[in-house]
């Protein structure tokens, strides 16, 4: 039995069968109709969360399964104090396979050692997101046409964003990336990913501040929000929160084919203006996510269809 906690928990080679099993859902969604009819989905969300929990749920709906679950820590009985490890030996009676998110960075990971179904690691705290790396990357291939030979600028909340950490280690596997880390000086990227991944893989990378400075160079941007439920105090949000803010007017130093990623939500570091570019994909992304999961769950369900 697999999980899923980390992009590196597949091979490059398993990644490659994974983003064609998604492509080939896009193009022949009524072959994959019924594949998991009979299996259930467990979402056990004790953070909020829009776009991962109900890409799930349409991934599982849309492979013929059921899904359950809860969606905040409240109305699960995390309030009466039941420890991840307990909730996850019952759940595993329950369903067949479930995803977890959880504010704690780590929670996943005690739940797949408890477990006898597959575990999903929807977002630990500040650590990973490892399907919406995999979301990423198949937008990227999709959109982009492949998967190396870029330089990408990750701009925004480089600290707490986890799926800017995440997306780090799966792309350093691929040739010839180059990043460019553009947050504020207190948002900057944690020194357990610039020195541990970036640096110590040789890593082509440079940090800056303005993104203006980037834009001109960049074949992908990413850019993230500021994690505003992981700061310590209010007022540090307030003044980091629109430190960046793309618009029409920043967009005109950029590479007419440069693409614009987000893991959305969105909050102010986009402006609505930017959408209608063509270069913006952020809302085609959250569609890849649904395709992506599909095929996670069927890669963890050890489901084949012919
Ligand atoms: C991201 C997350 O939860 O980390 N959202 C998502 O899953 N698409 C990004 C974010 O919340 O900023």
Redesign the pocket.
Known sequence: MRHLMSPLDFSVEELDRLLNLASDIKSNPAKYAHACEGKKLATLFYEP?T??RLSFEAAMLNLGGSVLGFSSADSSSAAKGESVSDTIRVISCYADICAMRHPKEGAPLVASMHSSIPVINA?DGGHQ?PT?TLTDLLTIRAEKGRLGNFTIGLCGDLKF???VHSLIKALIRYPDIRFVLISPEELRLPDYIREDVLRKNNQSFREEVRLEDALPELDLLYM??V?RERFFNEEDYVRMKDFYILDKAKLTLADPDMLILH???RVNEIATEVDDDPRAVYFKQAQYGVYVRMALILTLLEVEVC
């Open positions: 969360s776009r991962t977002g997101h919406q964003g986890r799926t993230t929000r994690q893991p959305l939500p």
